[in-house]
């Protein structure tokens, strides 16, 4: 024992072992600083959060049913919020709902049910960097598919979908963490179809769902499948970014073999999400006009950000740096000239005491290497005008040229 | 996708194809039915919850923390907690301290960074079978040691620890769930000299270290290690036994090397535990004089309720039914003749409206068909008297004698 780290490191299980630590991590420890200007975190605003709210919700909630909500509690969830999220998924019931802590839970439990070491899973490139922490430790082997303006290319897609045996597609249709991408409905309908053609899973992830600025929300890939008979997609939602990611509640949905196996696997995980938060969820999710009041100032907000991020962007950035405007969710997603490098960049900005997340983590096949992820979600007109010139600076540094400003 | 469960059965991974439904827990569904008496589940007593205490805590940490409490946050925990955690633990500082979604969720990190498909854990006959339900995912081999009043077994344990290499040895040296056995000083001393000597990790789960009925609290085996120069033991322990378990706030603390591990996988698994529950609970222990008086209530209270037990068991029981009586925790462990199945017995509970839970599934080994675990935490004197008689009831029924009463 008198080295610690060899003693251990002998004892760790394989998966263990490849973990690395993350470059990034530890530049991004630095932005902590005062005066830094940091884009790299996917904080949802916090001065949105009803805090009010969720004192009074909790107040009752410990008076009428404190018992209830302090003891433990069955492993699927408390069935009121069950129902709640059974009522707005086609065809579902509470059977079909599993309570999760957090998204993150979700992905963690699914990768747990379905890889095995060597396992094909399919994922769009880029994809939700969180969703590879999840899934790595039950060492898949991925498949990355492009992307266009409206998400996965459906040829490259159906080559894929021809040449393996997945055990599941991984999709992010809209407000796609990390590059804000919304899927068409067109595009929708021939995922869900080319995934029954070939009998492929789909995992929908839709943490982003209620993040529309403007127009209808689109149907979901579970509504679509469901249309079609149903059974083919496991579908993925949160509490996190329409009341507070620091109560960590979100939920599974899907077809009733593999909300079983995830029962199981979630009791060995950790017996149950906290109940006073489940019910805590609930109470606020009940009173139906006030949830969508919040969510209007939750997009009203975020718009806003958006749209001061995208002067910002047009002001200070090169010709050369192209995005998709996002028309919901909290990022936009640069792209550079092939010869920076994001990650360069990152040590750059930091120089210049701003910060932002490199691409390149988002891409399982790792490359995205010029490309990189802003956030707007919690940041002020000033925060985003200033951070925005300053990576401007750094830029137009990198590539060897004169700054705008 | 006409037939969804074969649909899937042949995507799930080999660790989830392995998983079977329960017997016992469909058996245990009945005994929500009224008029039933379950001494089933390790429920602590919902009437010594802090109810208002929390309400108070949570108006408070929301008033004057609110965004932070709501946010999202660091997969390490909220600092304090880690503080007053560490502070609690010879030679540890906040770096030693994991904050995990309750102790079961620290099982299933430490198997995940441990346990490789075929790796030799070692385990006690009988364990906490939600240990088994964590670790079994990462398909370890089990090696059962026996124990004895006092724990495990030195010269088996020696003998064991010659013969494999295990990753770690897992151990419950206080209050054992589901024995209730207390480990001695001496046999604590000697185990964790074994272990030093055989290079072999104690994994040490302590999540009912305070409840002592009496005397004062044997040192941990982490502390003891630490005497011995430390390194050797990876603790756990919880706040589900002392404030609620509905919180689901644990700890894990251990060697630096391990403790990074563990915030990675656990990074990947749920990103961190509900903010706002660590913070509630740092603002109830923080106030060490009415955390004592609150463990003070609670050792009163499953003391009466154990001396009710154990006045029920010598009133009720044949005299070939053998037990340990607890001098803390909340378990009582039965020990019938060897010919005496106690899943049957537990059918035969059940038509006299009683439940409990078998002792086979607690032994990584299938033996102890013979044992059963009884709860008393949460239960009244009238349904200890009760449910102790029914149970009476049936055990003279299997043994084929007349009762008592």
Request: neutral net charge; charged residues 20%; aromatic residues 10%.
């Given at each position: 024992?008198?080295?610690?780290?060899?003693?251990?490191?002998?004892?760790?299980?394989?998966?263990?072992?490849?973990?690395?630590?993350?470059?990034?991590?530890?530049?991004?420890?630095?932005?902590?600083?005062?005066?830094?200007?940091?884009?790299?975190?996917?904080?949802?605003?916090?001065?949105?959060?009803?805090?009010?709210?969720?004192?009074?919700?909790?107040?009752?909630?410990?008076?009428?049913?404190?018992?209830?909500?302090?003891?433990?509690?069955?492993?699927?969830?408390?069935?009121?919020?069950?129902?709640?999220?059974?009522?707005?998924?086609?065809?579902?019931?509470?059977?079909?709902?599993?309570?999760?802590?957090?998204?993150?839970?979700g992905l963690d439990l699914?990768?747990?049910?379905?890889?095995?070491?060597?396992?094909?899973?399919?994922?769009?490139?880029?994809?939700?960097?969180?969703?590879?922490?999840?899934?790595?430790?039950?060492?898949?082997?991925?498949?990355?598919?492009?992307?266009?303006?409206?998400?996965?290319?459906?040829?490259?897609?159906?080559?894929?979908?021809?040449?393996?045996?997945?055990?599941?597609?991984?999709?992010?249709?809209?407000?796609?963490?990390?590059?804000?991408?919304?899927?068409?409905?067109?595009?929708?309908?021939?995922?869900?179809?080319?995934?029954?053609?070939?009998?492929?899973?789909?995992?929908?992830?839709?943490?982003?769902?209620?993040?529309?600025?403007?127009?209808?929300?689109?149907?979901?890939?579970?509504?679509?499948?469901?249309?079609?008979?149903?059974?083919?997609?496991?579908?993925?939602?949160?509490?996190?970014?329409?009341?507070?990611?620091?109560l960590r509640v979100a939920?599974?949905?899907?077809?009733?073999?593999?909300?079983?196996?995830?029962?199981?696997?979630?009791?060995?995980?950790?017996?149950?999400?906290?109940?006073?938060?489940?019910?805590?969820?609930?109470?606020?999710?009940?009173?139906?006009?006030?949830?969508?009041?919040?969510?209007?100032?939750?997009?009203?907000?975020?718009?806003?950000?958006?749209?001061?991020?995208?002067?910002?962007?047009?002001?200070?950035?090169?010709?050369?740096?192209?995005?998709?405007?996002?028309?919901?969710?909290?990022?936009?997603?640069?792209?550079?000239?092939?010869?920076?490098?994001?990650?360069?960049?990152?040590?750059?900005?930091?120089?210049?005491?701003?910060?932002?997340?490199?691409?390149?983590?988002?891409?399982?096949?790792?490359?995205?290497?010029?490309?990189?992820?802003?956030?707007?979600?919690?940041?002020?007109?000033?925060?985003?005008?200033?951070?925005?010139?300053?990576?401007?600076?750094?830029?137009?540094?990198?590539?060897?040229?004169?700054?705008?400003?």
């Amino acid at each position: 024992m008198d080295n610690l780290e060899s003693y251990y490191q002998s004892r760790f299980a394989a998966r263990t072992q490849r973990i690395q630590a993350s470059t990034i991590r530890e530049i991004l420890k630095l932005t902590t600083q005062p005066g830094f200007i940091s884009f790299a975190g996917g904080l949802p605003a916090a001065d949105l959060f009803p805090i009010e709210r969720i004192a009074e919700a909790t107040q009752r909630i410990l008076q009428a049913h404190g018992a209830q909500a302090l003891q433990y509690s069955t492993t699927e969830g408390y069935l009121p919020l069950r129902e709640w999220v059974a009522g707005r998924m086609p065809g579902a019931t509470p059977e079909h709902v599993q309570i999760v802590s957090g998204s993150q839970q979700g992905l963690d439990l699914i990768g747990k049910v379905f890889i095995d070491p060597g396992s094909k899973v399919l994922v769009e490139a880029p994809t939700y960097l969180g969703a590879l922490s999840a899934f790595n430790p039950y060492e898949p082997e991925y498949i990355s598919v492009g992307m266009d303006e409206e998400g996965l290319q459906l040829d490259e897609l159906e080559a894929a979908l021809k040449a393996h045996h997945f055990k599941f597609m991984y999709v992010l249709p809209t407000f796609q963490n990390p590059s804000g991408r919304l899927m068409g409905l067109e595009r929708r309908k021939a995922i869900v179809e080319l995934a029954r053609k070939y009998q492929t899973p789909i995992l929908e992830d839709d943490a982003y769902a209620e993040l529309y600025f403007s127009g209808k929300p689109l149907p979901t890939l579970y509504a679509l499948d469901q249309e079609l008979g149903g059974g083919n997609v496991v579908y993925l939602s949160t509490s996190s970014k329409t009341l507070a990611p620091g109560l960590r509640v979100a939920w599974v949905v899907g077809p009733k073999p593999v909300i079983q196996k995830i029962v199981y696997a979630k009791q060995g995980a950790d017996l149950h999400t906290p109940t006073l938060n489940q019910m805590l969820v609930y109470e606020l999710v009940r009173d139906g006009e006030w949830f969508q009041a919040q969510i209007g100032k939750i997009r009203h907000t975020y718009q806003t950000r958006r749209t001061w991020m995208l002067e910002a962007l047009q002001k200070y950035m090169p010709e050369d740096i192209g995005w998709i405007v996002p028309e919901g969710g909290m990022f936009f997603w640069l792209t550079a000239p092939a010869q920076l490098d994001s990650l360069e960049l990152l040590k750059q900005a930091v120089e210049e005491k701003m910060a932002f997340v490199p691409g390149q983590p988002f891409y399982a096949d790792g490359s995205g290497k010029n490309t990189l992820r802003l956030s707007y979600s919690s940041a002020s007109h000033e925060q985003i005008a200033e951070g925005i010139k300053r990576l401007g600076r750094a830029v137009h540094k990198m590539l060897g040229r004169e700054p705008v400003v």
